[in-house]
């Protein structure tokens, strides 16, 4: 069970691409701007987007 935690500041545009061969990828996008994301997966992804001004995003990895 690996753990990924990643803490992006941006205050307007964001791209986020993600590519992930793993089984399972849970992601957590925290902003209030704008967000594009692009998303590549062989298996399951899940999306949680929530509010603020920052872009916290976690990435976990289930083996």
């Given amino acids: 069970?690996?753990?990924?935690?990643?803490?992006i500041k941006c205050m307007?545009?964001?791209?986020?691409t993600i590519k992930s061969?793993?089984?399972?990828?849970?992601l957590?996008?925290?902003?209030?701007?704008?967000?594009?994301?692009t998303i590549k997966s062989i298996k399951n992804v899940k999306l949680t987007?929530?509010?603020i001004n920052y872009i916290k995003l976690t990435i976990k990895f289930l083996m």
């Fill in 49 to 51: 987007i929530k509010s």
């Fill in 21 to 26: 061969i793993r089984k399972d990828v849970k």
């Fill in 28 to 37: 957590t996008i925290t902003s209030i701007k704008y967000v594009k994301q």
């Fill in 12 to 16: 307007k545009y964001a791209k986020l």
């Fill in 1 to 7: 069970m690996k753990s990924i935690q990643l803490t």
